[in-house]
């Protein structure tokens, strides 16, 4: 005969607690419960569930209804070096597959990687010189491509993911383009035949587009705002300003004057000299 053990054998990982008396199977015996991580007793009771509940473990409802494991002090328990060996030739098996299983994904990774380089090469040097020179055209999306940009080893879905980025970066720009080519107000279009107003707004536009460190994600008063955005941007990046394209930018331009200096507006809009005003830009 096997004395009952005065608390679980084998702590499996787990936090033992005394509950007092319990009913099962129409028997009062001494209960614990097991609080923790309860992998270990899950492997080992779906591979030696014989062995331990011949000692007294199984599975019971806490209060709060969640399935813990649960020792009982049987009146008769089996030994436990049995369930022990049993339970470490079961955590050993978990290992092996585990390990196996991880082997199994590295291998398919590594294989879908290669196969992928090829494709992802263009991709990923279009991407990067959206990033490197022309942020804006993706602006909240940025951080979505840089963390791609920071993983050397592309998959499929990688792949897909960066070449959407592209496309919506190019897009933006090609919108962008489309706004600037159309009409302008016609006083704006006729201050703008002035070379030096063009050289004026060119300046203008790049001077907020180097204070839209955000690209208009908030209303930081600093830089074009979600609106004037892409087309600011746009016209930073040209080398000069024809008199449609200053057009444009004046109107642009006149939206966030107050973060233009004194000089800067009166080249741009014949204003007088005033104290700037806070404003808001998205």
């Given at each position: 005969m096997t004395v009952p053990y005065n608390e679980p054998p084998l702590a499996l990982g787990l936090a033992w607690t005394d509950r007092g008396l319990g009913r099962r199977y129409g028997h009062t015996m001494q209960l614990w419960?097991?609080?923790?991580?309860t992998a270990s007793f899950s492997a080992a009771w779906k591979r030696a569930k014989p062995e331990l509940e011949a000692c007294g473990y199984s599975w019971t409802r806490s209060e709060d209804q969640r399935l813990v494991p649960c020792f009982w002090r049987l009146p008769e328990p089996a030994p436990a070096e049995p369930a022990r060996q049993a339970l470490e030739a079961a955590l050993a098996a978990v290992a092996a597959e585990q390990a196996e299983r991880a082997r199994r994904e590295e291998e398919r990774v590594a294989t879908e990687v290669a196969r992928c380089a090829s494709?992802?090469?263009?991709?990923?040097?279009?991407?990067?010189?959206?990033v490197s020179a022309h942020a804006w055209q993706l602006r909240r999306q940025l951080s979505d491509a840089e963390a791609l940009l920071a993983?050397?080893?592309?998959?499929?879905?990688?792949?897909?993911?960066?070449?959407?980025?592209?496309?919506t970066a190019r897009g933006n720009a090609t919108r962008a383009t489309a706004r600037l080519s159309g009409p302008s107000l016609p006083h704006w279009h006729e201050r703008a035949a002035d070379p030096a107003v063009q050289a004026a707004a060119l300046q203008a536009c790049r001077f907020l587009s180097d204070l839209d460190l955000d690209w208009a994600a908030d209303r930081n008063s600093a830089g074009w705002s979600q609106s004037t955005c892409w087309s600011g941007h746009c016209l930073a990046e040209r080398a000069s300003l024809d008199q449609g394209a200053a057009a444009h930018a004046l109107a642009l331009l006149h939206q966030h004057r107050r973060?233009?200096?004194?000089?800067?507006?009166?080249?741009?809009?014949?204003?007088?000299?005033?104290?700037?005003?806070?404003e808001l830009a998205l």
């Open positions: 419960t097991g609080e923790g991580d494709r992802a090469r263009p991709i990923r040097r279009d991407l990067e010189a959206i993983n050397d080893a592309w998959r499929e879905w990688d792949c897909e993911q960066a070449a959407r980025l592209v496309t973060q233009l200096t004194d000089s800067s507006r009166r080249a741009l809009f014949g204003e007088p000299e005033t104290a700037p005003e806070t």
